[in-house]
């Protein structure tokens, strides 16, 4: 963004002027820069998001390495025994330990999340912002194409896809990654239009400007705001569709060690041994809330409506 | 006009299902190596590779296979489910009234229910019920479903309470709606999930049109209050809540699988869960293009709905 | 106050609720103030102070103007008299006393319940607004509009006698009145339409004050004159008393009895219209006045900063120095609401003195007051277009012959045929609508959809830029109407400017980092603008950026597209002394398309009026202002408002 704007204001008449311009309201008194990084910070909502997501994602990348016993049912001494006391949080049906089984599911889930959401944002970003751009027939063949598969629940996509291919992460990361798409063209293509219909792109074009170069540094810079609410959102649906998939039974597969996997085979014994659900599912929640959170501070920092969209 | 329009919208929404129609179909053509070997896995013989030859007509080129299925779609032939033998007609019949009765039990509640939250939040702005309301629909909107229900059942079925049933349990030759207990968890799972989209759509278009001149200039006019609210600004709000309502109604159709499978409930979610476990191709493809087609009627009705709100689109907008 | 439907209410002969020996009537007997604004002040919620003790006052029928320019925060003064303060605000100080003519108290506008307000609102004291497309209910047909005016306050006594009075207010705003018509949607309505719908509505109930929120703004000239006629008419009429609230001066001086300077959230200038507009006594004033375009062009804009220099200095003498508002009070024109002050500082006067002023110097003597500006119109003139020189006529260095362009069915331009002559500014001159931004845009290349021929220097230009030589490109550039859109908020004015060069010339990084310095000095915003963003900036400085792209590859012909139509009037005065000094140091050839035909005098040598698409008045300015051919010029000269 703009940040690096600060250290080039030299001009002594300048500086107070610009101060009081800065609306009190908004600069939280923070800085006395008023950009969308400072505005983020200056809320307590995003805050709470990053320390969440950031709790989660030390638990998921750093637990692996802490493991107190083994995830499988060998090598601990309370092996095959399911439901015990034993360890911190007992064991499951199968006499696994739970909490190393917990400590060691986060990563899956995490990773094929972002590799998901990643996938799905390139895929959207570059429909979108082309069919925007281009404008004309082939607008109108990307935008009903999006329609096409928008009609198609993501949930029910997805368990077509695994019903063909198979319960593998690639085919996972994809569908997820290709259910997204058409959401996020359709932000960015929205988002580009409003752009494109300023002066700036047209002064762009009329000095001969390369088209991809219009594209990536005249339009995307401009389209950030929105795009990072929806990488956001988007975050947060592939943690519940993955998440969802796996305790669905047609994510990840046993014997992994994953949190979504761990709540289906544990939830019969809830009653028994509520750990072995109810552990996977609160650092779910907490991620899911977090990840939200901050998409949330996002769009109100910069001041672009982009909620009630599924 | 308005019929023009309507029609117009009508033949997008059966072009839109045709090309749903070559995606489901089309993916199974995907499947690796021999469809029937892939199909029954484990359990493949060559009597029950032939027979499944033969029933899914696997040797006829693949778009005489298509027109066949699609003409089966349209007279209510949907082929036959491998793993049961039955036809999927019959898998499919009575799980689709259950599970249309859960969401329309749960649309019932969610939609008036997000809009009443959501204009008393905006009409609230900026004051703790706002707040209040803001924050809860934004930490809801967050939880997959699963996590929602979970939590539900932990907290009145199992582990806190145990007031409520935590599967259903409909003996066969009877309906879900006979045990209404059955129902409250279910529901009230969709409709925690539902609902806070709808509020904060409702809440964010209201504030908009509360910001706006034509509202300024009612309260400026000596419009008293009420009528402000309920002449000026609401109308606005009809057509963008109609199309956030519909989209979430439609995704309910996807979110209902997890919740029926979380309850055991009867329903198409269900059966669609099974049918994917056994690689049921012909019951996956049926169930797909049914909730494609219940999200193209819904998000059809909301198109209407916002057409016959906006007086714009309703004159045409010439001079 | 609080029961204005008590026993003594009687219907006036016009059906509108008044009492008989209200404090209106009180007031107007004694000629007395009906409207009295006391020391009112006015701080937005995060404690900045926006209105600083604005004290003003209006009779009966009298029309009072309040002048100032964007962020001057007078809205803000003139909503008060509704008792409504937009979100953000706050009352801190003051009283705001109403003389209704259905009450034998005053009304104490800041201090009274909802339920009296509403009873005030519409009735006695109605609001005109700006936009009117935004203020009409969409989703409202217009006839309910101005009949929900009069079911709220109760007009008359029977429903016929409201859908009677509907009828009669259309008619007296000049609208049919028949149920065709009330049943139409505001959308289906021209702008000049809707703005009479909004009168209208504020008419309904004979009101005693009217707000009205520069409510031509937006309209043609011709539209203009009738909106300006109905509203004299109107108040006149029914003995209303007006609070115009506006920024154009020539408005004023049309309509005005009174008019009341703001700046910067205070009251700067208050007197009869004449007394202030002839002789204005703070320099702010002085500033503002001697920015007006008048059609005889007298009032030499094109030397404006040299004349606001010289008006600052004899203020300083007298007054012992007084900042005078700069561009920097537009800058908050983007947070919507007129609510902010005005920000001193950010403006580019002192590199404007510390730039090479030497082209100002010539004047330097003037005293700055308008009345010396009479020197003579044909000096004026001269000076300002540079072209009466020659004897025969310049060279043509772009030639268009039988440019059309249609969209569809729609033909926007029909066979054009326009020089633009070497050294020299042609203006073209036309309404909203008339297809004169996109004839300067096919001549630019940034339209590619028309046909005929656009000839530079004898050369056949391709109609998309992309497929102009790198030459041409570079000869021919234009200026887009706004600053706002034109430059990439996420650039550096440096890199925005650069833009040009690096797409035409094999400069090096440090060649085009200098040419940028040169440019940006040649606008008067010196070279520490250069790492800058446009959002730090006023909408003057960033059209001056603009300007400092167009010129950074040395073209010859400029294009500019409505320029200053987006700033305030003392913000266009010194773009078009820029435009006129860059164009005699640099013999540029230029085409200046504007709608305001008063900037003639002031910009061009000759003149062409577009409308409808076709050139109907071609010529030297002199020549199509004093006998213009055409009977839509003719009319355009007619309505245009004057100092």
Redesign the interface.
Known sequence: MSTNADSTRTDPVVEPAVAQAADPERAAGTGRRNTVVTRFWAQRQSRLGVALTALVVLVAFLGPLLLPWATGYTQTEFADRPFQGSGVFGTDDLGRDVLSRFLAGGVSLLLYSVLATALGMFLGLLFGMVSAYVGGALDSVIMRANDVLLAIPQLVFALLAITVLGPQPWVLVTVIAITHAPRIARVARSAALGVINEDYIRAAEMYAMPRARILFREILPNITGPLAVEAGLRLTYSIGSIASLSFLGLGMQPPAADWGLMINENRIALAVQPWGVMLPVLAIAILTIGTNLIADAIARASATANIGDA | MIAKLIAKRLS?SL???L??SL??FF??L???GDPARAILGQQATPERIAAINAQMRLDDPAWQRYLAWLGGLFTGDLGTSVASGQPVSEVVGDRLSASVFLMIAAAVISVPAGILLGIWSALRRGRAVDSAITGIA??L???????IG??L??LFA??VFRLLP?VTMAPPGTDVWDFPSQLILPTAVLVLVVTP??A??MR?TML?VL????V??????????R?VIL??AL??AIG?VAQ?AA??L??M???V??VE??FRFPGLGQA??D???Y???QV??A??ML??VI??IV?LLADIVGIL????LR?G??? | MAHPHADTTVMSATGAPMVAGSIWHARRESGGNILEIEDLRIGSTAGREIIKGVSLSLRPAEILALVGESGSGKTTVGLTALGHLRRGLALTGGTVTLCPSNSTEPAEMTSLDDASLRRLRGARVSYIPQDPALSLNPSMRVGEQIREVLDIHRFGTSAEERAERVRSVLREVGLPDDDAYQSRWPHQLSGGQQQRIGIAMAFAMYPDVLVLDEPTTGLDVSTQALVLETIREMTVKNNAAGLYITHDLAVVAEIADRVAVMLSGELVEEGAAEEVLRAPRHTYTKTLIAAVPDLAGRNRISEFEARRRAAAGEEELSTGGFGIVEEGAEAETETGAEAGSAVAGTDSAGSVAAGPAAGASGTGSDSGGATTAAAGASATAEAATGAAEGDAPAEPVVQVRGLTLAYGRKTVLDGIDLDLRAGECTMLLGESGSGKTTLSRSLAGILDTWTGSVAYRGEELAPSTRRRTVDQRREIQYIFQSPFSSLNPRRTLGESISVPLEMSSGLSAAERRERVDTALDAVRLGRAFRDRRPGDLSGGERQRAAIARALVNMPTVLICDEITSALDVSVQASIIDLLSRLREERGLTMLFVTHNIALARHVSARVAVLNQGRIVDEGPTDAVLTSPTHAYTKELLANVPTL
């Not at chain 2, 910001?211 to 034509?214: L, P, R």
């Not at chain 2, 300024?216 to 209050?225: I, S, W």
């Open positions: 997008i072009l839109i299902l090309a749903i995606i489901v993916a199974t995907l499947l690796p934004l930490v909107a967050a939880l997959p479903e699963f996590v979970i939590a059942v932990a199992t582990t935590a989209y709808i904060r759509m964010a908009e910001d706006s001149g034509y300024e200039m009612a309260r400026l006019k000596g419009v008293p209050e009528r002449r000026h109308p606005h963008p956030v989209i979430q439609a995704w159709a996807g979110g699988v997890v499978f979380l669609l869960i049918a994917v476990n690689r049921d191709v996956v493809q169930i797909t909730v494609a999200y193209v998000n709100a906006n007086p714009k004159t907008g010439e001079k």
